[in-house]
Every structure is written in C-alpha cells, then in structure tokens.
C-alpha cells in the first residue's frame, strides 16, 4: 500500500515556478513507477508526466515539455515536479499517483488529494 500527499501548490503569476511535491509512505515507492496528473474545472483529467522507479524512463505531454521537469528522490520517498514558465491553461488541481509497476508509465493504482496550482495572467 502506498499513501502518497502533495504540496508545493499555489498562486503564481504567468511566467512564474512552482515545484510540486510528493511524499510517499510506505516500502513499496522505489518499485513504483510514478506519475503527475491534472485536473482543469470542466476538464478531464490529463496525465502530465511520469517517471519509472529507476529514473531512466520519463514522459511529459506535449505541452509541458522543456518546461516541466519531473524527478525523484527515493532515499526520500519523494517525488517532484518542477514546473517553469507557467501558462494560464497550466491551471488545475496536480494529482500525484502511484504506479502498478516499476517500469509501467500508463497504469496507476495509488492516488493523493491533489494540489491546487492557479497561475494568474
């Protein structure tokens, strides 16, 4: 089992950084692949990016890439979201998740609250 809680949410204006944590309980995150979510009002969610639990395998959607940067820290139980050069579409609430696998980018069985990020213009 693995509870995972965000932060690192906030208002910022166009332009600016945020960078979103995850802080993973439980033995099993160095095994999990792990991975971003979004959520805009009225919008389905939107998978942003993904990491597997070795590091060597990363996905972001194309309209975060050479903007966002996803890492983790597994001595930390950690994972993070470095987000530059925000948009007003960036707007939504983050959801960081927990993956089935190690290597597996697509499928996700563990889920935290969320965090909101407003970017402003």
């Known amino acids: 089992q693995v509870q995972l809680v965000e932060s690192g949410g906030g208002l910022v204006q166009a332009g600016g950084s945020l960078r979103l944590s995850c802080a993973a309980s439980?033995?099993?995150?160095?095994?999990?692949?792990m991975g971003w979510f979004r959520q805009a009002p009225g919008k389905e969610r939107e998978f942003v990016s993904a990491i597997s639990s070795s590091g060597d395998r990363i996905y972001y959607t194309d309209s975060v890439k050479g903007r966002f940067t996803i890492s983790r820290d597994n001595a930390k139980n950690t994972v993070y979201l470095q987000m530059n050069s925000l948009k007003p579409e960036d707007t939504a609430v983050y959801y960081c998740a927990g993956g089935r696998t190690g290597w597996d980018l697509w499928n996700y069985d563990y889920w935290g609250q969320g965090t909101q990020v407003t970017v402003s213009s």
């Open positions: 439980g033995r099993s995150f160095s095994s999990k692949a």
